[in-house]
């Protein structure tokens, strides 16, 4: 079992950044990435960005050259840096860890981008 907990989230004004962190409880054993996904009212869940246990990253079109993923020396923490936000990066935004093939998730932090 791997418990998530999330940080970062807030309301912020077009143009601003956020960072957001997920710390993974226990051993880094069998983690093959971590991640993050978002979820706007109406909308399915959409991948944000990824990285795996080898640093390779993967970003969602709508985030790339505004978003950085990166993971903490320990690999059991990752953010999202966030910069020139957009309303339509409007979201509710979770943590994704997958271990041993398995999904766990975090229980969701919110970001408004409004003025």
């Known amino acids: 079992q791997v418990q998530l907990v999330e940080s970062g989230g807030g309301l912020v004004q077009p143009g601003g950044s956020l960072r957001l962190s997920c710390a993974a409880s226990g051993s880094i054993v069998g983690i093959s990435s971590m991640g993050w996904y978002r979820q706007a009212p109406g909308n399915q869940r959409e991948l944000v960005a990824t990285?795996?246990?080898?640093?390779?990253?993967n970003y969602a079109d709508s985030v790339k050259g505004r978003f950085t993923i990166s993971r903490e020396n320990t690999k059991t923490t990752v953010s999202l840096q966030m910069n020139s936000l957009k309303p339509e990066d409007t979201a509710v935004y979770y943590c994704?860890?997958?271990?041993?093939?398995?999904?766990?998730w975090g229980q969701g932090t919110q970001v408004t981008v409004s003025s």
């Open positions: 990285i795996t246990t080898n640093g390779l990253t």
């Open positions: 994704n860890v997958v271990k041993w093939g398995t999904d766990y």
